[in-house]
């Protein structure tokens, strides 16, 4: 968290990665849904409990908490995707390598600020741009390596 994109782009080169663009973050993201119809199905199960860090009450004024964190929690805390990805809906949003036009790219996934009664940012298919030079505890990043077969 709080890394600019040029940061986030840096870390990832250093580790032997990059970062997704944004048809990749959203493909496995999807794939992880057990209803991609379903717009809330990524942040809470069947039953309606959470299953990602998103917001619970009536944003931006009570933040419930129901699953646990009112802020960023430590990745891995919430069960896995059906494919075996941790935190790609909600916790926090992701910097992606795809550009969303002068001086911003593509964030995806949502954070612990997204609500269902607002904006519903933590699906799949949301979109969201961000200045590329901004940073912020609701901004994060995930890094990818390309596998040769
Ligand atoms: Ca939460
Ligand atoms: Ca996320």
Known sequence: ?????????????????????????????????????????????????????TWQG????????????????PAGCFPASRVGIHDMIGNVWEWTATSYGPRQNMIKGGSFLCAENFCKRYRGTARQGQDIDFSS??????????VTQ
């Open 137 to 146: 505890n609701h901004i994060g990043f995930r890094i990818v390596r390309d």
């Open 1 to 53: 968290m709080h890394v600019s994109l040029r940061d986030a782009q840096a870390y990832a080169s250093w580790a032997g990665g990059r970062l997704p663009t944004e048809e990749e973050w959203e493909y496995a993201a999807m794939l992880g849904m057990a209803d991609p119809e379903d717009t809330i199905s990524g942040a809470y199960d069947p039953a309606g409990h959470p299953i990602a860090n």
């Open 58 to 73: 009536v944003f931006p004024v009570i933040n419930e908490g129901a699953d646990g964190f009112v802020e960023a929690a």
